[in-house]
């Protein structure tokens, strides 16, 4: 999600490392719920969390569940933030639920056979 992230940062918000979000909720792969930011697939709602928001997806039908939150850098990571407020130093570490893509050349990945 990080190449999302930055993708969809302007100059100025990295070089404030904080910006404000208007953040959209949808229905991903295996029920997850995902955020979306600017047209793009920012993050996944955290499984302690994403229950409640499925019964508002599934009761909205076409509607879309947006809420405003910010996108900010810590420690050298950025990460999506949903509700007013920026998170203390208490707030939960990163989850990487995805694992990452296989390494590509023009498009075409790099298979190992060294690897399974």
Request: hydrophobic content about 45%; overall charge positive; aromatic content about 6%.
């Amino acid at each position: 999600m990080r190449h999302a992230i930055l993708g969809a940062l302007t100059g100025a918000e990295r070089a404030r490392s904080t910006a404000s979000a208007t953040l959209v909720f949808e229905t991903g792969a295996e029920e997850r719920v995902v955020v979306v930011w600017r047209n793009r697939f920012v993050g996944f709602v955290p499984p302690s969390h994403a229950a409640p928001l499925r019964a508002q997806l599934a009761s909205a039908g076409r509607v879309r569940l947006i809420t405003e939150g910010q996108v900010l850098e810590r420690d050298g990571v950025w990460r999506v933030w949903a509700g007013t407020g920026a998170p203390d130093d208490a707030a939960p570490a990163p989850a990487d639920e995805l694992a990452p893509p296989p390494p590509r050349i023009f498009g075409m990945v790099i298979r190992d056979e060294r690897r399974p």
